[in-house]
């Protein structure tokens, strides 16, 4: 059996295959024997539930992942892995791997193609050049999917499961928290990888919420609010709105004084009901 978390063996498949590590596609493989059953375990994939994996690299998570669920769909997009893959997941006869981007990807159409109406999650060491932008977009198109387990730096960690009106919230903890249920699962040190990234990392779970927590009559404003309000943390409400959405500084007051808020607020301090009363007064207005 291969034992992908075993340096000696990755790095000789690697070499057979010619294969250099890309820094610019954030290539850092994980030879922690602990963490990947801990993932595939942790998040929710089994013999009725399928799992999406984006970027599995020289396929140590998706081999757990291929363990735990009845399949696996994984999606790579350096094309010099395909043949890796095939070689390290040859003993799995339920792993399907796709060369492509995941930013790219019709999501909905392939979980519609490969499962079928059936439970999926979505498990993944992403690739941390693009970890908000693929987490805000899986969460943003809705996908029927239960949950997304992903392994990310450990600051944006941190800063995706802060809860809104808590200082080390930002733009990015509203968002998440708009469309899921966030949890810190564990840390993962640098020294987990091959090669070893600067910072360390850790592994949340994002449970998918049915309905929002707030309801607010125009999404699209309800986001706009919460980046202009993020856009400079520092400033008061009552500034970045005005700078953020281009409306004069008195009419930005007036918007957080109906809101019910105070002028002096900064956009760390407010909870998510606060972000959806701006939005409401704001749409009310116009
Ligand atoms: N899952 C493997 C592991 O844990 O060892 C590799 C994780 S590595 C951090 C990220 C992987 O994502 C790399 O294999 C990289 O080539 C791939 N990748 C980078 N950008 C991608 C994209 N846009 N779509 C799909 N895969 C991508």
């Given at each position: 059996?291969?034992?992908?978390?075993?340096?000696?063996?990755?790095?000789?498949v690697l070499s057979r295959h010619g294969f250099?590590?890309?820094?610019?596609?954030?290539?850092?493989?994980?030879?922690?024997?602990?963490?990947?059953?801990?993932?595939?375990?942790?998040?929710?994939?089994?013999?009725?539930?399928?799992?999406?994996?984006?970027?599995?690299?020289?396929?140590?998570?998706?081999?757990?992942?291929?363990?735990?669920?009845?399949?696996?769909?994984?999606?790579?997009?350096?094309?010099r892995?395909?043949p890796v893959?095939?070689?390290?997941?040859?003993?799995?006869?339920?792993?399907?791997?796709?060369?492509?981007?995941?930013?790219?990807?019709?999501?909905?159409?392939?979980?519609?193609?490969?499962?079928?109406?059936?439970?999926?999650?979505?498990?993944?060491?992403?690739?941390?050049?693009?970890?908000?932008?693929?987490?805000?977009?899986?969460?943003?198109?809705?996908?029927?999917?239960?949950?997304?387990?992903?392994?990310?730096?450990?600051?944006?960690?941190?800063?995706?499961?802060?809860?809104?009106?808590?200082?080390?919230?930002?733009?990015?903890?509203?968002?998440?928290?708009?469309?899921?249920?966030?949890?810190?699962?564990?840390?993962?040190?640098?020294?987990?990888?091959?090669?070893?990234?600067?910072?360390?990392?850790?592994?949340?779970?994002?449970?998918?919420?049915?309905?929002?927590?707030?309801?607010?009559?125009?999404?699209?404003?309800?986001?706009?609010?919460?980046?202009?309000?993020?856009?400079?943390?520092?400033?008061?409400?009552?500034?970045?709105?005005?700078?953020?959405?281009?409306?004069?500084?008195?009419?930005?007051?007036?918007?957080?004084?109906?809101?019910?808020?105070?002028?002096?607020?900064?956009?760390?301090?407010?909870?998510?009901?606060?972000?959806?009363?701006?939005?409401?007064?704001?749409?009310?207005?116009?």
């Amino acid at each position: 059996m291969n034992n992908l978390t075993d340096i000696l063996y990755v790095k000789n498949v690697l070499s057979r295959h010619g294969f250099t590590f890309s820094k610019a596609l954030g290539q850092n493989f994980l030879i922690n024997p602990n963490v990947c059953p801990k993932m595939a375990a942790e998040c929710g994939c089994g013999t009725d539930v399928g799992v999406i994996e984006i970027g599995p690299g020289a396929g140590v998570l998706t081999n757990e992942l291929a363990r735990n669920s009845y399949k696996v769909v994984a999606i790579e997009l350096d094309k010099r892995l395909i043949p890796v893959l095939e070689e390290t997941l040859s003993e799995h006869n339920n792993v399907k791997i796709i060369n492509g981007d995941a930013m790219k990807l019709d999501m909905s159409v392939l979980i519609t193609e490969e499962f079928n109406g059936g439970e999926v999650v979505i498990c993944a060491n992403l690739p941390y050049y693009i970890t908000s932008p693929i987490i805000m977009k899986l969460l943003e198109e809705r996908l029927p999917i239960n949950s997304l387990t992903v392994m990310v730096q450990k600051e944006a960690a941190e800063r995706i499961c802060a809860a809104p009106g808590t200082r080390e919230s930002g733009a990015i903890s509203v968002a998440v928290h708009y469309y899921s249920e966030p949890q810190l699962l564990f840390r993962v040190s640098k020294g987990s990888f091959l090669p070893a990234p600067k910072v360390d990392s850790a592994v949340i779970k994002l449970n998918i919420l049915k309905e929002p927590p707030v309801s607010v009559q125009d999404e699209k404003m309800f986001f706009k609010v919460v980046k202009a309000a993020f856009s400079q943390r520092r400033k008061t409400l009552s500034n970045s709105l005005s700078s953020g959405l281009s409306i004069p500084k008195p009419e930005a007051a007036k918007i957080l004084e109906q809101a019910g808020i105070k002028q002096t607020a900064r956009a760390e301090e407010i909870t998510m009901e606060d972000f959806a009363a701006i939005t409401e007064t704001i749409t009310l207005l116009r």
